[in-house]
């Protein structure tokens, strides 16, 4: 029964919100397709924490839609115990670079006060289920090996049934309940996508394509005007006030 209700009513539960809330929030609000980007507050933690975050998780999302668009072949690599060593290493260190990289964000979300004061609960609640997907999928990587196989042979078959819409959970039911949280985690996140800032993985600036382009003209005198340059350090000041203001 809780099967059921885990990996068949909630995938598609989540999947519908996905698609009809992110369908009526563009149509509604088009503008609000942002991530709404806090690095005007704050850049320095920022870059920390993104970069290894977008390698780590891009590289962890491509992994798991190779496998799940071909399997056979997938297993057909794994044959020879090198190239499935040399897989296997290659996933854990994206997940690895995604649990570092969300680490980072939360802790710079916490200890920022700026930041703190813009962060909703919906940005907390993406924040905490990208952190336990993470963890789950680093675990799973470390103590339930070869992953790349059993995703290929035993979820993957799966996942189609869904989306055949002949949902067939007998390959998910003996699975370790590790994985299985990893599974309905994903899709939780799936279900919360279109009401958080996640939106902007999905909004590509086609229109810039045919758009007219725009001509910017500067009517201010930049070089009179307060804050257009950065401010020199305090050592700067010193170098360029010379030898004298040092003996002073």
Do not use: C
């Amino acid at each position: 029964m809780m099967d059921n209700l885990f990996f068949i009513v909630l995938p598609y539960v989540a999947v519908t919100l996905f698609v009809v809330v992110s369908i009526y929030r563009y149509v509604t609000d088009k503008f609000s397709y942002s991530s709404l980007s806090s690095q005007l507050l704050e850049s320095d933690e920022l870059f920390y924490g993104v970069v290894p975050w977008h390698i780590g998780i891009i590289g962890a999302l491509a992994g798991h839609l190779i496998g799940f668009l071909f399997p056979k072949e997938v297993l057909w690599f794994n044959g020879v115990p090198l190239r499935l060593y040399i897989l296997e290493t290659t996933g854990l260190v994206f997940g690895l670079l995604a649990l570092v990289g969300i680490v980072a964000l939360m802790w710079r979300r916490i200890t920022t006060p700026r930041i703190r004061s813009v962060t909703s609960v919906i940005d907390t609640i993406v924040l905490v289920l990208l952190f336990a997907q993470v963890v789950l999928g680093v675990y799973t990587a470390l103590f339930y090996r070869w992953g790349s196989s059993w995703f290929a042979a035993s979820a993957v078959p799966y996942l189609r049934s869904l989306f055949l819409l002949q949902p067939d959970v007998e390959m998910i039911k003996p699975m370790p309940h590790i994985i299985k949280t990893h599974i309905i985690n994903a899709f939780l996140i799936v279900a919360i996508f279109p009401f958080s800032r996640l939106v902007h993985m999905v909004s590509l600036p086609v229109e810039y394509l045919w758009r007219p382009y725009q001509v910017v003209i500067w009517n201010w005198n930049r070089k009179k005007i307060r804050g257009q340059y950065p401010t020199p350090r305090p050592s700067e000041k010193s170098d360029a006030n010379g030898p004298a203001s040092i003996l002073r």
